[in-house]
Nanobody, 116 residues
Framework: QVQMVESGGGLVQAGGSLRLSCATP????????IAWYRQTPGKQRDLVAS????????HYADSVKGRFTISRDNAKRKVILQMTSLKHEDTAVYYC?????????WGQGTRVTVSA
C-alpha cells in the first residue's frame, strides 16, 4: 500500500508561516499530479493546492491564492507547501495525495493550528 507522509505542521500565530512537506513514493512522484488537501472537524476534505507531474502547472484554492506556494523537491521526492500570512481559518489537518485522490494513498496528515 502506497502512503504519503506529511510533516511540518504546528502551532503558529496569525500572520506567521509554516512549511509542510509530503514524502511521496517514487512510483507516483514523477508521473502524477500531487495535491495538498485540508480538513476541519465535521467538514469534507478540500483541495488546497496541486502541482503537475512536470512541475509546469500549479493550482490553488481561492482562499489561499497569493499566500500558499506549492512546489516539488525532485531530489528528495517531496512536495512542499509553503504557507505564509496564515489565518485562523487555515487551521486544519493537512494531507497530501494525488489529484484525483486515491483512497489508499492517504497518510496521517499534519495538523496546523493558527492562533488568532
Amino acid at each position: 500500500q502506497v502512503q504519503m507522509v506529511e510533516s511540518g505542521g504546528g502551532l503558529v500565530q496569525a500572520g506567521g508561516s509554516l512549511r509542510l512537506s509530503c514524502a511521496t513514493p517514487i512510483s507516483i512522484f514523477r508521473t502524477t499530479t500531487i495535491a495538498w488537501y485540508r480538513q476541519t472537524p465535521g467538514k469534507q476534505r478540500d483541495l488546497v493546492a496541486s502541482i503537475g507531474s512536470s512541475n509546469s502547472s500549479s493550482h490553488y484554492a481561492d482562499s489561499v491564492k497569493g499566500r500558499f506556494t506549492i512546489s516539488r523537491d525532485n531530489a528528495k521526492r517531496k512536495v512542499i507547501l509553503q504557507m505564509t500570512s496564515l489565518k485562523h481559518e487555515d487551521t486544519a489537518v493537512y494531507y497530501c495525495n494525488r489529484s484525483p485522490t486515491h483512497l489508499g494513498y492517504w497518510g496521517q496528515g499534519t495538523r496546523v493550528t493558527v492562533s488568532a
